[in-house]
């Protein structure tokens, strides 16, 4: 990553940015599909107060985020979104260790996340960063790919 980033919690006030910023970087799936992915239609407003969802800024504007469910025994990574202009950058990779720093503030080792089979990318950037594939299952018109990855 280059250029000066921060990173800083959602407040309800990001809503409408969390809204837009993950309409952007999955439009691109949409084609592959046929459909939004599950994140361009998922409630934002709800999501800010149930779960913990942290914005990354570059270059001065609202760049990623990462969508976070901590649980008992495991941290859940419900969302990572990166805008377009953003990627390949070393974002995404940035908030993996990032949600690794969560889970293990909260005392957790496994963190857990899942996503479409058909974004292979996505996968290839899972098991690059130390994520294991635990099981597939059928979802709508595809299989769902559930990864996780021991910390600590």
Known sequence: MTGAISLRAATDADV?????????????????????????????????????????????????????VPDADHLLIENIAVLPRHQGRGIGKALLAHAEQVAASLGVTD??????????????????????????????????VHMSKRIG
Not at 43 to 57: F, G, S
């Open 111 to 144: 963190i857990r996340l899942y996503t479409n089979r058909r974004f292979v990318e996505n996968v290839q950037l899972y098991l690059r960063n130390g994520y294991a594939i635990d099981r597939e299952e059928p979802l709508k018109d595809g299989f769902l």
């Open 16 to 68: 409408g940015a969390i809204r837009a910023l993950t309409r952007e970087a999955y439009s691109k799936w949409v084609p592959l599909i046929g459909r939004e992915p599950l994140p361009m239609t998922a409630d934002y407003a709800e999501a800010v107060r149930k779960h913990r969802i942290d914005l990354l800024e570059a270059e001065g504007e609202l760049a990623a985020l990462i969508e976070m």
